[in-house]
């Protein structure tokens, strides 16, 4: 079962990406050489509007006078364009650049791509240029017709042509406007591998290349630093974000999404949030370099003229980010998400309010473009060098956590963009008040876009009432557009919007960007177990085994690495094979939510007494104070609101009393919960072999859930934590083509009691009784014992804990994969075995492969460096 040596692999990915990357090239971001020292840019117009000459150069006239403008002169500086657009624009277009919601593709009689009718009422009577963008972007067998291509969740799936073909359009409506001011298209995050996507929160990668989730690439970078220095991991070798992202940015921009709803700088440290397949770590030093690097590498570094006040913006800038959810979202009361009304608070008991900011602090001072407030509400939170405790709202309302604690204290210049439907579904703190009372409340907090959101009409009136004070001023709308619109100046988007299709077709999952999505999800996986029998370590899979498999496993895949194969997954009311005589059984098993049916007013769900109480957090606030029930907070109960934002977990989420249930026990018996295959079914396959040692158990880690005693989990001869992969990278590392290098980017706790007992906002389960059977930055490979890691110590208001890791008896397991007992120096951790001569695993000798990568290395380093900072858009 021979493959490639993994030797090389990014270089060489890069050579073989040169013909989709040329193609790229060649689109929209060449530039001509005219007389003097200017650079022409290459500009495009799709309207009835004209280029315009001056001075030896080319303009775009996109007010259509017939004259070159200050805002359409590319020569001058930022500023003074972005001055002079504002001053031309009424009170209608500075406001309509505050509003950005959902503008999907339609299928329109039987073409897929269309820009559905709300676009034109968007576009023209709200006057919006920023727009939300969730269809699925998949192959052309793939892609259908919907029933529309309006709403929140798309119903239409396009190709990446499509995609293209579609932001062209609604870029030319935009150009055809009084002053043709350009769209800016967002997404949330596309290029992972989810099972359970849900709308709303991530989409799915469709045929975009396919990476691990946040947290699989947080694995990868700590394994490649630890295979790299022979020590435990710190904040993780950054090359391996560099590599994802470089891909990530160079696929969106060719669809022409420019900007993006993400990433999360949240820190996993509350394991029962949902949300948190979307973190990438529960360290605050290893999320704050990934962000650093997220913002380097998708938007490039600040310019040294200081022509940016501070933001990485230029027009060689892939996507802009948004990051999100300041500041901090992860430690949430339960883990409850406030999507929910149930949700809404926000929680520090450990004092690591400061911690929770690092990441977000590494992304301004890296130069990022934009940051999304949280809809939660901060509960007992001391002000940070002031007095008191921030006001009982949610983040994106209160002004001394926008404008005193992101602008004034970090000195964040760009613009806030609200997290979706804070003014009419989740305006937690202000339930009680009335609609434009809200938008007043976010505007005047520092929010400058409310996301969800598309009534001009009601900010035009807080400025403009018909009677009495304006509750927003001009000033302040004039404040919002000026920083709404520096970004698309910065970027390049008032030269030229447009995207080739035939180029998107060509990039989005060209195979060049999937081989490094593979590598990538190879190097994800972390060992957790590997037992030693008779015969040696149970991984790597020998030869010519039979092989048994449970669960998300295709039978042909397995088949392909040379097995005789049975499958154990059958169709309900099927009878399943034994897995007796199999030399191995592979499960493959994870849980998921299954709620949708909640509905927290109901009598039968949120307002049935035995599912208990919210929690006790606020005193005197219905749904809060310990004593009501968990649909009392509910506007629909408390104010007699028309909508009910808690009318199903469409965002996902267990039932919120069944929150505390992350042992796999616990949600085999829950009801919100299901174990995927069934616990039951696992117990009965690992019973039906003679010895538990034969099993190798994968687990997706979608959150930090716990493999309690009592499940038989543990007894498996090796166990791996995976977050997201495919069959093929999986199969690589267990049949030891790869060796295993992740580490744990976040720590899984002994029992349910660990999780109960840990403070919402503080990594590592010290403080607990039965604290982490892994802790942070753990992980086994093939080739040498590993040393154990100990959480790095940062310097936090209160300490950090040093996460421990008992095994069932509370002593702590061997860290190792072998015979522990040999005395033979061992290489440094993680190394491969070809330094003692090994050639098992690599195919070829080191030499060899140095030659190789080497020559690779110089035929690739500059498509490398155009991937990661420049270059067209396509």
Not at 314 to 327: D, G, N, S
């Amino acid at each position: 079962m021979s493959r490639s040596p993994r030797v090389g692999l990014r270089t060489a990915v890069a050579v073989a990406a040169a013909a989709p990357l040329a193609l790229t090239l060649t689109v929209g971001a060449g530039a001509a050489t005219v007389p003097g020292e200017i650079e022409q840019p290459v500009l495009e117009m799709r309207s009835d509007k004209e280029l315009i000459e001056v001075e030896g150069y080319e303009f775009r006239d996109l007010n259509g006078t017939g004259e070159l403008d200050a805002y359409e002169d590319w020569r001058l500086p930022v500023e003074d364009r972005v001055a002079d657009l504002v001053a031309r624009m009424s009170l209608e277009e500075k406001a309509g650049l505050m509003l950005i919601d959902t503008l999907n593709a339609a299928c329109i009689d039987g073409v897929r791509g269309a820009v559905p009718e709300s676009a034109d009422n968007f576009i023209n009577s709200q006057h919006m240029h920023r727009f939300v963008f969730r269809n699925t972007v998949t192959g052309p067998e793939d892609a259908e017709c919907g029933e529309s291509g309006g709403g929140f969740r798309a119903s239409t799936s396009v190709t990446p042509g499509e995609a293209a073909s579609f932001t062209n359009a609604v870029q030319e409506m935009s150009e055809a406007t009084r002053l043709g001011i350009p769209a800016l298209f967002k997404s949330n995050a596309r290029n992972h591998i989810d099972p359970d996507a849900r709308a709303g929160i991530n989409e799915s990668a469709g045929a975009f290349s396919a990476f691990p989730k946040e947290a699989g690439i947080a694995a990868a970078a700590l394994g490649e630093e630890s295979l790299a220095t022979g020590e435990a991991p710190t904040t993780g070798d950054m090359s391996v974000v560099e590599d994802f992202a470089g891909v990530m940015g160079e696929e969106w921009a060719s669809i022409g999404l420019r900007g993006m709803y993400g990433y999360m700088a949240d820190l996993s440290t509350e394991p029962r949030w949902y949300r948190t397949h979307e973190t990438f770590t529960e360290d605050a030093e290893h999320a704050a370099a990934i962000m650093e690097t997220l913002v380097q590498t998708l938007q490039g570094p600040v310019p040294e003229d200081g022509s940016t006040h501070g933001l990485a913006l230029t027009p060689e800038t892939r996507v802009a980010l948004t990051l999100k959810h300041f500041p901090g979202g992860g430690p949430q009361e339960l883990g409850l998400d406030p999507h929910y009304s149930f949700g809404k608070a926000q929680v520090y008991p450990g004092g690591f309010f400061e911690e929770h900011m690092l990441p977000f602090e590494a992304a301004i001072d890296a130069g990022v473009s934009s940051i999304m407030p949280y809809y939660g509400v901060p509960v007992d939170v001391p002000e940070v060098g002031g007095e008191g405790d921030y006001p009982l709202t949610g983040f994106a309302f209160s002004d001394s956590i926008v404008n005193g604690l992101l602008r004034e204290q970090l000195g964040f210049t760009g613009y806030v963009n609200s997290d979706t439907g804070i003014i009419n579904d989740r305006a937690w703190g202000l339930e009680d008040a009335t609609v434009p009372q809200r938008v007043a409340a976010a505007i005047n907090g520092g929010t400058d876009t409310l996301s969800g959101f598309n009534d001009v009409q009601t900010i035009i009136d807080l400025v403009e009432p018909a009677e009495g004070e304006p509750l927003v001023s001009e000033e302040r709308v004039d404040l919002a557009a000026e920083r709404l619109l520096e970004p698309m100046f910065m970027m390049g988007l008032f030269e030229n919007p447009y995207v080739d299709p035939a180029v998107a077709d060509a990039t989005i999952g060209a195979e060049a960007n999937r081989e490094v999505g593979l590598d990538l999800q190879r190097k994800s996986l972390v060992l957790l177990e590997n037992e030693e029998t008779e015969e040696g370590p149970v991984l790597p899979l020998q030869e010519d085994s039979d092989v048994y498999i449970l669960g998300d496993f295709t039978e042909e895949t397995v088949a392909g690495y040379g097995f005789d194969v049975t499958d154990g997954n059958v169709e309900e009311g099927e009878e399943r094979p034994s897995a007796e005589d199999s030399d191995y059984v592979l499960i493959s098993m994870t849980a998921r939510t299954n709620a949708g049916d909640y509905v927290s007013n109901s009598p039968e769900s949120g307002l049935d007494p035995e599912n208990g109480v919210n929690p006790s957090v606020i005193d005197g606030v219905p749904g809060l104070d310990g004593e009501s029930l968990w649909g009392a907070a509910d506007a629909c109960v408390t104010q007699g609101a028309e909508s009910c934002t808690d009318s199903g977990l469409r965002f996902g989420g267990s039932y919120p009393w069944e929150s505390s249930i992350l042992d796999f026990t616990g949600m085999e018996a829950a009801e919100s919960w299901e174990v995927v295959p069934s616990l039951d079914t696992i117990q009965q396959v690992m019973a039906e072999v003679d010895d538990p040692s034969k099993v190798i158990l994968h687990v997706y880690f979608r959150q930090p859930y716990v493999l309690d005693e009592e499940s038989g989990l543990r007894d498996a001869g090796a166990i791996l934590a995976g977050f997201g992969m495919s069959d093929t990278a999986l199969m690589d590392v267990l049949t030891g083509d790869y060796a295993p290098q992740g580490r744990m980017p976040f720590a899984l706790a002994g029992t349910r009691e660990a999780i109960l007992q840990q403070e919402s906002d503080t990594p590592g389960y010290e403080e607990t009784d039965d604290g982490a059977l892994y802790p942070f930055g753990y992980g086994l490979t093939y080739a040498a014992d590993v040393e154990e890691p100990t959480t790095p110590e940062p310097e936090p208001t209160t300490p950090v804990p040093e996460p421990t890791t008992p095994d069932d008896d509370g002593t702590t397991p061997p860290v190792t994969d072998g015979d522990d007992t040999d005395d033979t120096p061992s290489p440094a951790a993680g190394a491969d075995d070809t330094a003692d001569g090994d050639l098992a695993r690599t195919g070829a000798p080191v030499t060899v492969l140095a030659l190789v990568a080497v020559t690779v290395l110089l035929l690739g380093t500059a498509l490398v460096l155009q991937r990661r900072f420049g270059g067209a858009r396509g």
